[in-house]
């Protein structure tokens, strides 16, 4: 099936748009990690990079205005996972970004980091469901029950202690693939964090990369940069478990995180037998402006 003709007419094609997109202007490339360029895992520390993504991402790094991971792990753990230098990494669902000086906040989200923590202690004490896996991860939190005996009953019982208890604190709660997620109450996204990272590099032209319901929120602002003339485009990665919201709102899809690697391999591939070359060193200096 991967290696089916229609597959590989599929993938040129969409390679095909990316590159087209990608080459004209200054051109950005931000993608998701988990889901994404990195198979969903049993564990979140278990987690890789494939090979290939990884590769390609640092090509791309030469050739573009932008190459940005935005993930829901904290900030260092993101770029300890992706590991590629040259790249920018916003972490925590957009709350968290890696500046030279490490690690930062954004400072409406830090009042938020003990009172996770509080709701984080309280859903321990209530509740054990074994192989429910609670991470903290400062200004959000993941409560993750992929590796629990039943699934569906897990789902419903957290969030059961978490409409007791999370929402009279205040935060948020948005599911994604077998976790659920604590965040709090501010406008700050994923789609934010896009639609920041346009604005800071001055980005005409931009395709994003998620598989996720905290993708939808990006998917959702290239439509609104869409319309301000920014030229983007949004890929979903499609696998069983994903949400309605990303099919929907995607404008084409892969089938897999193999399939990611390999677009973004042709995609590299495309950016640098193509003639304009636009190092990012040549947009750095001024000398190619879009
Ligand atoms: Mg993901």
Same mark, same amino acid.
């Given at each position: 099936?991967?290696?089916?003709?229609?597959?590989?007419?599929?993938?040129?094609?969409?390679?095909?748009?990316?590159?087209?997109?990608?080459?004209?202007?200054?051109?950005?490339?931000?993608?998701?990690?988990?889901?994404?360029?990195?198979?969903?895992?049993?564990?979140?520390?278990?987690?890789?990079?494939? *090979?290939? !993504? &990884?590769?390609?991402?640092? +090509?791309? $790094?030469?050739? /573009?205005?932008? #190459? %940005?991971?935005?993930?829901?792990?904290?900030?260092?753990?993101?770029?300890?996972?992706?590991?590629?230098?040259?790249?920018?990494?916003?972490?925590?669902?957009?709350?968290?970004?890696?500046?030279?000086?490490?690690?930062?906040?954004? *400072?409406? !989200? &830090?009042?938020?980091?003990? +009172?996770? $923590?509080?709701? /984080?202690?309280? #859903? %321990?004490?209530?509740?054990?469901?074994?192989?429910?896996?609670?991470?903290?991860?400062?200004?959000?939190?993941?409560?993750?029950?992929?590796?629990?005996?039943?699934?569906?009953?897990?789902?419903?019982?957290?969030?059961?202690?978490?409409?007791?208890?999370?929402?009279?604190?205040?935060?948020?709660?948005?599911?994604?693939?077998? #976790?659920?997620?604590?965040?709090?109450?501010?406008?700050?996204?994923?789609?934010?964090?896009?639609?920041?990272?346009?604005?800071?590099?001055?980005?005409?032209?931009?395709?994003?990369?998620?598989?996720?319901?905290?993708?939808?929120?990006?998917?959702?602002?290239?439509?609104?940069?869409?319309?301000?003339?920014?030229?983007?485009?949004?890929?979903?990665?499609?696998?069983?478990?994903?949400?309605?919201?990303?099919?929907?709102?995607?404008?084409?899809?892969?089938?897999?995180?193999?399939?990611?690697?390999?677009?973004?391999?042709?995609?590299?591939?495309?950016?640098?037998?193509?003639?304009?070359?636009?190092?990012?060193?040549?947009?750095?200096?001024?000398?190619?402006?879009?």
């Amino acid at each position: 099936m991967y290696e089916s003709a229609s597959f590989r007419n599929n993938a040129a094609e969409l390679a095909g748009r990316v590159v087209g997109l990608l080459r004209g202007g200054r051109a950005g490339l931000v993608t998701d990690v988990d889901g994404t360029i990195s198979p969903i895992v049993e564990r979140p520390e278990q987690a890789i990079v494939l *090979p290939g !993504a &990884r590769e390609a991402l640092a +090509r791309l $790094a030469n050739r /573009l205005a932008l #190459v %940005a991971v935005v993930s829901g792990r904290t900030v260092a753990d993101a770029h300890k996972l992706v590991g590629v230098d040259g790249l920018t990494y916003v972490g925590n669902h957009g709350l968290e970004i890696l500046s030279e000086r490490g690690p930062e906040l954004v *400072p409406e !989200a &830090r009042p938020w980091v003990p +009172r996770i $923590a509080a709701v /984080l202690d309280d #859903v %321990a004490r209530m509740h054990a469901i074994p192989g429910v896996l609670i991470e903290n991860k400062g200004a959000t939190a993941s409560l993750h029950y992929r590796m629990t005996p039943d699934p569906d009953q897990a789902r419903r019982e957290l969030l059961a202690i978490l409409a007791r208890r999370a929402i009279t604190s205040g935060l948020r709660i948005e599911e994604g693939r077998m #976790v659920i997620n604590l965040l709090p109450p501010l406008t700050v996204t994923k789609g934010s964090a896009v639609s920041w990272l346009v604005r800071e590099h001055r980005l005409e032209r931009l395709v994003y990369l998620g598989d996720d319901i905290t993708d939808a929120h990006a998917f959702r602002a290239l439509a609104v940069l869409r319309q301000s003339g920014v030229r983007t485009l949004g890929i979903g990665v499609v696998a069983p478990e994903t949400p309605p919201s990303v099919r929907q709102l995607a404008d084409a899809c892969v089938a897999s995180v193999r399939e990611v690697a390999e677009l973004l391999c042709r995609t590299a591939d495309g950016l640098e037998s193509s003639g304009t070359m636009e190092s990012r060193e040549a947009l750095a200096a001024g000398e190619i402006d879009g």
